[in-house]
Nanobody, 124 residues
Framework: QVQLVESGGGLVQAGGSLRLSCAASGRAFRPYGMAWFRQAPGKEREFVVYITSSGGTTYYADSVKGRFTISRDIAKNTTYLQMNSLKPTDTAVYYC?????????????????WGQGTQVTVSS
C-alpha cells in the first residue's frame, strides 16, 4: 500500500501563491507517477497536472498552465504543487494521486492511491 497525505492548503487572496505538498509512504513494488486533481463545490473532480515517476516529464491542464508547477523529490517521496497567480476559480479541494499501472494520466480511474485532500480557497 501507498499512503498519501496532502498539506499546504489555506486561504489566499487572488493573485497570491500557495505551495502544496504530498508526502508518500508505505509499500510500492513499482515506480509511480504522481498527479494533482481538484474538486470545486458542485463540480466533478478534474485533472490538474501529472509528473512521471522519474520527474522528467509533466503534463498540465490548460486551466493552470503557466501558473502552476509540479515537482517531486524522489529521495523524500514528496510531490509539490507550486500555485502562483491564484484565481477564485482555483478554489477547490486538491488531491494528490499515485499512478502505478498504465492508463491515461488525466483520468481518475488510472490512479491507484489517493490522499484525503487539502482545501484551497482563493478570495476576490
Amino acid at each position: 500500500q501507498v499512503q498519501l497525505v496532502e498539506s499546504g492548503g489555506g486561504l489566499v487572496q487572488a493573485g497570491g501563491s500557495l505551495r502544496l505538498s504530498c508526502a508518500a509512504s508505505g509499500r510500492a513494488f513499482r515506480p509511480y507517477g504522481m498527479a494533482w486533481f481538484r474538486q470545486a463545490p458542485g463540480k466533478e473532480r478534474e485533472f490538474v497536472v501529472y509528473i512521471t515517476s522519474s520527474g522528467g516529464t509533466t503534463y498540465y491542464a490548460d486551466s493552470v498552465k503557466g501558473r502552476f508547477t509540479i515537482s517531486r523529490d524522489i529521495a523524500k517521496n514528496t510531490t509539490y504543487l507550486q500555485m502562483n497567480s491564484l484565481k477564485p476559480t482555483d478554489t477547490a479541494v486538491y488531491y494528490c494521486a499515485a499512478k502505478i499501472n498504465a492508463g491515461p494520466v488525466n483520468l481518475r480511474g488510472s490512479y491507484d492511491y489517493w490522499g484525503q485532500g487539502t482545501q484551497v480557497t482563493v478570495s476576490s
